[in-house]
């Protein structure tokens, strides 16, 4: 199983600032790699996969980039409905695909 | 807009059987593009993936959990199910449904339901 590993467990950041969260996988998983956000008592919802492609309705400030087995969600200017927990997640090795412990981006 | 919605007891008693379904609305189960997936959140902690089924192409489970695991399908109904068996404390959990595609990236999620096991 591919252990993922998401750091800071928390960050915290100024409106307006730029946040930078990390994601390494204990092996390779190329770009098949996915971010996630999730808000309190909220299901998580698609942000970024193949490590860089902004799903669907996704702001241009999210960007996602890095393969192998270091990755970056990068926000560029955060605005306070960015407050969430986010998770990254690996699609290269089933079974099982496997998440991060997620990191909560709090604003400042 | 396919939407998921699921359903059943929120508590279990230790050693039972929990027992979800996951019911789409606004789109085909049938679904080529579609795996139906069931994940799963220990609260304050991270996702945890319990299995997938695609219809005409089986199932596929968790390692961890799959002795213990039967997702099904019932395509009359456009819903799919979730049995987890011999439940224990560590299976507490609010568990998802969601549409994943082929590649494991997930589409789309349930809201989510607490099931939580105790005496």
């Known amino acids: 199983e591919i252990v993922m590993t998401q750091s800071p467990a928390t960050l915290s950041v100024s409106p307006g600032e730029r946040a930078t969260l990390s994601c390494r996988a204990s092996q390779s998983v190329s770009i098949n790699l996915a971010w996630y956000q999730q808000k309190p008592g909220q299901a998580p919802r698609l942000l970024i996969y193949?490590?860089?492609t902004r799903a669907t309705g996704i702001p241009a400030r999210f960007s996602g980039s890095g393969s192998g087995t270091e990755f970056t969600l990068t926000i560029s200017s955060l605005q306070s409905e960015d407050s969430a927990v986010y998770y990254c997640q690996q699609y290269n090795n089933w079974p099982p695909w496997t998440f991060g412990q997620g990191t909560k981006v709090e604003i400042k | 807009q396919v939407q998921l919605q699921e359903s059943g007891p929120g508590l279990v008693k230790p050693s039972q059987t929990l027992s979800l379904t996951c019911t789409v609305s606004?789109?085909?189960?049938?679904?080529?593009?579609?795996?139906w997936s069931w994940i799963r959140q220990p609260a304050g902690r991270g996702l945890e993936w319990i299995g997938r089924?695609?219809?005409?192409?089986?199932?596929n489970y968790n390692p961890s959990l799959k002795s213990r695991v039967t997702i099904s399908v019932d395509t009359s109904k456009n819903h799919f199910s979730l049995r987890l068996s011999s439940v224990s404390a560590a299976d507490t959990a609010v568990y998802f449904c969601?549409?994943?595609?082929?590649?494991?990236?997930?589409?789309?999620w349930g809201q989510g339901t607490q099931v939580t096991v105790s005496s």
């Open positions: 193949h490590t860089s």
């Open positions: 089924i695609y219809i005409g192409g089986g199932t």
């Open positions: 969601a549409g994943t595609l082929a590649q494991g990236i997930i589409d789309f």
């Open positions: 606004g789109g085909s189960i049938s679904s080529a593009f579609y795996y």
